[in-house]
């Protein structure tokens, strides 16, 4: 049985990928930072009836130490590093402990991996805010990374030490560029489960208004279900490499509001409203991605249109808000 050990275990891409990772038969060990409310942090795994079949266990990217004791405790085939301070906006108000957890952290992990588990192969979440002021219309590995904002200047560090251990000590690591993905696993702060959870409670008359910043952004938003399978087949090839993960379709943020508000019936115009506070201070305006490559070379294609996706989120918030009311 091959072990792997997943960092952000408790976020929307590791519990999908331990979810599939324990399909496939995987002996699947998920880091968590200590904390006291660590009651609540098994939600996400909770939620996919999997938060007993994970080994949930204590260490921090932050601390060198704590991962290669892990590494040395369980000795996996695969790691995945999906840790991170990953929300964006918030990346402005700690842009220092950002670069620490999001870049370092990548950093302390392939250190430990060199220094404790040398043979273990690694998966970098690297991201496609790293495409920031877009140089290309469509974004594939070879256009130029351009960051907007201390998380994508993070990020970028870490892609760039994971493609240098790579090259530097053979190490069989891959980083894969993922554009926007998202579920109903997604963290409430981030637009799409925003918006979702915007309109369960409007329609349930739990609210009315929907504070929002920029509707002019545009996202190429896949299923954070079929990305996680691009992290696994990454890992599968003899060769590591990068990939960038996309559906190759851009849509705006007020194009995914008309989507959600309509599958209840509502108009999103009477509910959305402009928060000037929610505006960044440097925006990345369009994101459009080209995964040929991981089509080609993984027989990697995502699964779930936009519109479902929508129509999933919605309706699981809706669940949410029913099942929390009636108690
Ligand atoms: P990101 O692409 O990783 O930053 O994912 P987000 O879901 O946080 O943001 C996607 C886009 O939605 C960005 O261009 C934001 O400026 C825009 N946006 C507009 N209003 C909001 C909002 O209220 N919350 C968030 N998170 N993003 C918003």
Known sequence: MPTCLITGVTGQD??????????????????????????????R????????????????LIDLSSLIRL????????????????????????????????GIGAGNMLEAIRIARPQARFYQASSSEMFGRIQQPRQTEQTPFYPRSPYAVAKLYAHWMT??????????????????????????EFVTRKITDGVARIKLGLTRELPLGNLEAM??????????????????????????????RSTSIREFCR????????????????????????????LLGDA??????????????????VAEMVEADLARHRARLKL
């Open 163 to 188: 493609v240098n251990h790579r090259e530097s000590f053979g190490m069989h690591a891959s980083s894969g560029i993922l554009f926007n993905h998202e579920s109903p696993l997604r963290g409430i």
């Open 259 to 286: 989507l959600a508000f309509s599958h209840v019936g509502l108009n999103f115009e009477d509910h959305v409203v402009s928060h000037l506070d929610l505006i960044r201070p440097a925006e990345v305006d369009v």
């Open 14 to 43: 590791g519990a999908y990928l331990s979810h599939f990772l324990l399909e496939k038969g995987y002996r699947v060990v998920g880091m968590m930072r200590r904390s006291a409310s660590s009651d609540l942090v098994g939600e």
């Open 71 to 102: 590494l040395q405790t369980y000795q996996p085939d695969e790691v995945y590093n999906l840790g991170a301070q990953s929300f964006v906006a918030a990346s402005w108000d700690q842009p220092l402990l950002t670069g620490q957890v999001t």
């Open 45 to 60: 795994l909770r939620w996919l009836g999997i938060l007993q079949e994970v080994e949930l266990v204590n260490g921090n």
């Open 219 to 248: 996202r190429d938003w896949g299923h954070a279900r079929d990305y996680v399978r691009a992290m696994w087949l990454m890992l599968q090839q003899e060769t590591p490499d990068d990939y960038v993960v996309a559906t190759g």
């Open 292 to 309: 040929t490559k991981a089509g080609r070379k993984l027989g990697w294609r995502p699964t779930v249109t936009l519109e479902d996706m």
